[in-house]
């Protein structure tokens, strides 16, 4: 409530202010007529006053107008002659530098430098004016009061480029700080379908895959061989359509292959889609979903189980689906893949390592999934690494336990 009511106010003020001026020059007026200032000096002083207050008010949404009317009012001040003092010293003159203040604002400042060129200008016609009008008046007290008023506009100028830089770097850190969150969204919603939906896909066309092999019907095979083709071409499909969600935060482990880049994993094994697996306990589930006649996927456990962050099992669990997804999709089976969970007091490694395969697969591209579990691992508080094994690769991340944090 307390912006709006800013917002609000500021009309307000504006209003007040222009009143508080308006009745202060017409008092002025007033007093220099019974002094003796004739009829269209006054009239002529009195014009030139509302013409102030229409250009500061013009100025806000048409800056160049609003001063140039302010300028004329100004000039009219200047050349309008009064008993004993200048006329450009009414209160309702304060809208000129105001005029001048809202055009720095919103021009280019190459723009206002013209504008605070013709107010310098402006005072020294006024001081030689004065000095012709009243000779006998010491130069001294010319010079004072033109360096005076030459000071509060360079002044006010200077000002109002401070206020205007100053707003800018605000609204450039405003677009990036929401530059930074829409990219965090999108990063996050891009993750979450490749953690749903790709794991899944991939296992899938692995198990196709091997009842094609198994199957002794030829005119089976090939129709599983035909949906196994379609299951990949739209997992590459989903690949296309994520990637104009932008690219992954961060990157992947130095060493990793080419054929690693894989999707990244899926949800939990025996639950809805969407579910975020915040346990160690899926992972017998997922492993045994990932198995087939021709996939063998085995996990192993040792040491004694210690008490993680969420963030680290998450990133666990991740890291498996992700190491099965990349050895299901990238080699032709038969495939051996070990899963190991090896504790300590200070961290647990998961490790998962498979055998070669009967050969690599053909690399339909490069996907982002590592870079998704690298964060997911470095958020943790662990470190993500990818090496060539002795027959194929180890996906291998180190995550600290809560005693070792």
Request: aromatic share 4%.
């Amino acid at each position: 409530m307390t912006a709006p009511l800013r917002r609000s106010a500021r009309p307000a003020t504006t209003v007040a202010a222009h009143a508080v001026l308006a009745f202060l020059t017409v008092i002025i007026l007033v007093g220099a007529w019974y002094l003796g200032a004739a009829w269209w000096q006054v009239l002529a002083a009195a014009g030139a006053a509302v013409l102030l207050h229409a250009g500061a008010v013009a100025a806000a949404r048409r800056p160049w107008a609003g001063y140039g009317i302010g300028a004329l009012a100004m000039l009219v001040l200047v050349l309008t002659p009064s008993p004993g003092w200048s006329l450009n010293l009414l209160p309702s003159a304060v809208c000129f530098p105001f005029a001048l203040w809202r055009l720095t604002g919103l021009v280019p400042v190459r723009s206002s430098v013209p504008a605070l060129a013709v107010a310098a200008l402006g005072i020294v016609l006024n001081e030689v004016v004065g000095w012709a009008r009243l000779p006998a008046d010491p130069l001294w007290i010319r010079l004072l009061e033109g360096g005076l008023l030459m000071l509060a506009v360079v002044g006010v100028w200077l000002a109002a480029l401070l206020v205007r830089r100053r707003q800018e770097a605000a609204r450039r850190a405003e677009g990036e700080r929401l530059a930074a969150a829409l990219a965090g969204e999108r990063a996050g919603i891009r993750r979450d379908l490749h953690d749903v939906i790709a794991h899944t896909v991939t296992v899938m066309v692995a198990r196709i895959e091997a009842a094609a092999v198994t199957t002794a019907d030829a005119a089976t095979r090939r129709e599983l061989g035909d949906i196994a083709e379609t299951g990949r071409d739209a997992h590459q499909g989903l690949r296309a359509m994520l990637a104009t969600l932008g690219p992954s935060a961060g990157g992947p482990s130095a060493g990793g292959p080419s054929a690693m880049g894989a999707a990244a994993a899926a949800p939990r094994a025996g639950s809805r889609p969407g579910q975020v697996p915040i346990s160690l306990d899926v992972l017998p589930d997922l492993v045994a979903s990932a198995a087939s006649p021709l996939h063998a996927v085995t996990l192993a456990e040792a040491g004694e189980r210690r008490p993680l962050s969420l963030s680290a099992e998450v990133a666990a669990v991740r890291t498996v689906q992700e190491g099965i997804t990349n050895a299901l999709r990238h080699l032709e089976p038969p495939v051996a893949v070990r899963v190991s969970l090896r504790w300590s007091a200070a961290e647990m490694v998961v490790e998962v390592r498979d055998d070669g395969g009967g050969a690599p697969r053909g690399a339909r591209g490069q996907g982002t999934g590592l870079m998704g579990i690298e964060e997911r691992v470095r958020t943790a508080g662990g470190t993500l690494s990818i090496d060539d094994g002795d027959d194929g690769w180890v996906l291998r991340a180190r995550l600290p336990t809560k005693e070792g944090a």
